[in-house]
């Protein structure tokens, strides 16, 4: 089974609406991270925000926010009032087993790719 | 925030040559880093866990003979793909964690592997 699913390959979306990245994922730890990473087309991955499964506000960064619903396994990013430079990839992440050393590898979903039109 | 460069950040070999990758954390140090492959159009997969002054950790079905990690450094770690193929050719990047706090995870800029 996936870890990561993100359903949505590629959206469109009018420049300073909001739009929301779906992401659910599958683990059977009760410590984990959750992450969302930025790749334009210069390949770069830029992190954008983490939610710990501990956490009990959502996560925010600035214009972007994550909706952590963890009965549901699912961690969307909500990205407010869009910009043409937010067209990129996005994906969705986890670290499983918490925060001790030896588990900080992640696992990455498929990614969506994310246009914004002016 | 932390820095994570590779070099070179492109290159093209021929069939059956070795290519050697680096990845090298700028302003900190890094007892491990990590490799990632992706493939045109597709996600990143974890092909190594290079821990510094120890053997790599590979993932399940990546051929460790083929890509060898040396972690020679606290800020240098190099991926040699050894006898490239075509089916060689992805995009390679490595990323490094900071320090305690494993919920910072910084990658490098990535590099782009030609096979002819």
């Known amino acids: 089974a996936q870890k990561i699913t993100q359903t949505q390959p590629g959206m469109f979306v009018q420049e300073k609406e909001a739009v929301t990245l779906d992401c659910t994922y599958d683990t059977s730890d009760q410590s984990y991270g959750l992450f969302w990473y930025k790749q334009p087309s210069s390949g770069e991955m830029i992190f954008l925000i983490y939610?710990?499964?501990?956490?009990?506000q959502n996560a925010t960064e600035g214009r972007y926010s994550l909706n952590f619903q963890k009965a549901r396994k699912s961690a969307n990013l909500v990205i407010s009032a869009s910009q043409l430079g937010d067209s990129a990839m996005y994906f969705c992440?986890?670290?499983?087993?918490?925060?001790?050393?030896?588990?900080?590898?992640?696992?990455f979903g498929t990614g969506t790719r994310l246009t914004i039109i002016p | 925030g932390a820095v994570v460069s590779q070099h070179p950040s492109w290159v093209i070999c021929k069939s059956g040559t070795s290519v050697k990758i680096e990845c090298r954390s700028l302003?900190?140090?890094?007892?491990?880093m990590f490799w990632y492959r992706q493939f045109p159009k597709q996600s990143l997969m974890l092909m190594a866990t290079?821990?510094?002054?120890?053997?790599?950790?590979?993932e399940q079905g990546v051929e460790k003979d083929k890509f060898l990690i040396n972690h020679a450094s606290l800020t240098l770690s190099t991926l040699t793909v050894t006898s490239a193929h075509p089916e060689d050719s992805s995009f390679y990047i490595c990323?490094?964690?900071?320090?305690?706090?494993?919920?910072?995870?910084?990658f490098g800029p990535g590099t782009r592997l030609t096979v002819l």
């Open positions: 992440a986890m670290r499983e087993g918490g925060t001790n050393f030896g588990n900080e590898k992640l696992t």
């Open positions: 939610q710990g499964s501990y956490d009990e």
């Open positions: 990323s490094a964690i900071p320090g305690l706090d494993n919920n910072e995870q910084f």
């Open positions: 302003d900190f140090q890094a007892t491990t």
């Open positions: 290079s821990n510094e002054g120890s053997k790599a950790t590979y």
